[in-house]
């Protein structure tokens, strides 16, 4: 079975089909660097970091591209606030960011584009914009002629009357039109450029457009992000793209819902977040991936304390079933790398059916089962197949369970340990059952 994904361009599961028959070149919405992230900017840094690595699993080699953008009007005001750069602030919260990205279990995309980089690339995309006539400079305000752009709606599923009437789009008396969205801000607070629109700074959907092309050019497999950002984000870029180049910016969009905290939005204006950086230990940012992943990735996630704690037992769970196996097999010298085909044959099956993660949690806690059964019953090659294959399938999910081989002191331990229990020693026993206890052995 091939892989299908929903693509929300088309409200409809297709196969996947990337440009390149062997590479993917993917681009995901990342963040604005003027706060820490809570544990909902967090899904999609999860979701997308296992798409990748399950494209890799897959054969594909994987472009891997997210932005930072580090010019917003919430960095000015937390400039000012705080009396510091906007670079200043931009770097200090990257630098969280990444803190936090790790602590999930994340890794780094292979492109991190940052918008102020690109300013010079913005004002000739916005020049040539307005040169065709998509757009239109008031008083040093550029913006986005929509009405040229046909299919405008096309993401969102909606028409542009519905979208002018149910959107909460800011009164601007400049515009032609309420639809019609900033390119180019003028502006006298904060970080600004010259352009020959004047003293300014370009608009957020300019900005990912503009990367996007610079790294990708037509060549876009997949572009990702949040649900929020389907409408007015995505749907902007979109026209942008379509208006110079003649196609759509993506093949397949990729879109990710929210979690919120106890049924309410989560919102740092609100209040009412949980962030990243606050988790207690790496341990519990594998707890959260779990929980990310192994709920329906369009679906609204609501945490609570009571969803956490029923990952935690689970997480708990596949530690105790892994290091037990692992320290078996590594005692009595029979660890092996062969793999169960029909495990990872499901596991395939069940992740190509656009990511049905739930079977994927029933298949792994049945290899559990099987570790459990085949060690009680000594079958010590059968239990290092499925060892490995639970093993492989959390590596490609991003799971850690922080457990290793153990190392030649402990493992003299552990087998002093086992030879101390086997003669009914006791003592012995309780010295070196200490000893492994300190080291986190058992």
């Known amino acids: 079975m091939s892989l299908k994904i929903y693509n929300s361009l088309s409200n409809k599961q297709e196969e996947f089909i990337p440009n390149n028959e062997k590479v993917v070149n993917m681009y995901v919405c990342g963040p604005t660097v003027y706060n820490y992230i809570h544990i909902g900017n967090a899904r999609p840094v999860i979701f997308y970091d296992m798409l990748r690595r399950y494209l890799e699993f897959l054969g594909y080699k994987v472009n891997y591209a997210s932005n930072i953008t580090d010019?917003?009007?919430?960095?000015?005001?937390?400039?000012?606030?705080?009396?510091?750069?906007?670079?200043?602030?931009?770097?200090?919260?990257?630098?969280?960011?990444?803190d936090s990205v790790a602590k999930v279990g994340s890794r780094k995309p292979d492109m991190i584009p940052h918008a102020t980089d690109y300013i010079n690339e913005m004002i000739s995309f916005i020049n040539e914009l307005i040169e065709k006539g998509y757009a239109y400079n008031v008083d040093g305000d550029v913006f986005f002629r929509v009405s040229k752009i046909a299919d405008y709606g096309c993401l969102s599923n909606q028409v542009s009357e519905d979208l002018e009437s149910g959107a909460r789009i800011q009164v601007n008396n400049k515009k032609e039109s309420p639809l019609d969205f900033a390119?180019?801000?003028?502006?006298?607070?904060?970080?600004?450029?010259?352009?020959?629109?004047?003293?300014?700074?370009?608009?957020?959907?300019?900005?990912?457009?503009?990367?996007?092309?610079?790294?990708?050019?037509?060549?876009?497999?997949?572009?990702?992000?949040?649900?929020?950002?389907?409408?007015?984000?995505?749907e902007n870029e979109i026209a942008q793209f379509e208006a110079l180049y003649k196609t759509h910016l993506a093949k397949y969009w990729?879109?990710?819902?929210?979690?919120?905290?106890?049924?309410?939005?989560?919102?740092?204006?609100?209040?009412?977040?949980?962030?990243?950086?606050?988790?207690?230990?790496?341990?519990?940012?594998?707890?959260?991936?779990?929980?990310?992943?192994?709920?329906?990735?369009?679906?609204?996630?609501?945490?609570?304390?009571?969803?956490?704690?029923?990952?935690?037992?689970?997480?708990?769970?596949?530690q105790r079933a892994y290091k037990q196996a692992l320290y078996t097999l590594q005692y009595n010298n029979l660890l092996n790398d062969k793999l169960d085909d029909a495990d990872i044959e499901e596991f395939k099956n069940q992740m190509n059916d656009d990511f049905n993660v739930q079977n994927?949690?029933?298949l792994i806690n049945n290899i559990i089962k099987s570790m459990n059964t085949t060690l009680r019953n000594k079958e010590y090659d059968s239990l290092a197949i499925k060892m490995n294959t639970f093993k492989k399938i959390l590596d490609v999910l991003g799971i850690n369970l922080f457990v290793e081989k153990m190392n030649d002191?402990?493992?003299?331990?552990?087998?002093?340990w086992?030879?101390?229990?086997?003669?009914?020693?006791?003592?012995?026993a309780d010295i070196y059952r200490n000893k492994l206890m300190a080291a986190g052995i058992i």
């Open 71 to 98: 010019v917003d009007d919430k960095i000015i005001n937390k400039a000012i606030d705080s009396k510091k750069t906007e670079a200043e602030v931009a770097k200090f919260f990257e630098n969280a960011y990444w």
């Open 183 to 234: 390119l180019w801000k003028k502006t006298d607070k904060g970080i600004k450029w010259d352009s020959p629109f004047g003293e300014g700074r370009p608009g957020w959907h300019t900005e990912c457009v503009v990367m996007n092309h610079k790294l990708f050019g037509t060549g876009l497999d997949i572009h990702g992000g949040g649900m929020d950002l389907k409408f007015p984000h995505h």
């Open 254 to 318: 990729i879109h990710v819902g929210r979690l919120d905290l106890d049924g309410e939005k989560m919102s740092k204006s609100l209040g009412n977040v949980i962030y990243v950086k606050d988790l207690n230990s790496s341990v519990d940012g594998m707890i959260l991936r779990a929980l990310i992943l192994f709920a329906p990735y369009r679906s609204i996630i609501s945490y609570s304390d009571d969803l956490r704690n029923q990952y935690a037992k689970e997480y708990e769970k596949w």
């Open 360 to 362: 994927v949690l029933t």
């Open 409 to 416: 002191e402990n493992l003299d331990n552990y087998k002093k």
């Open 418 to 428: 086992q030879e101390a229990r086997n003669n009914k020693d006791f003592e012995t």
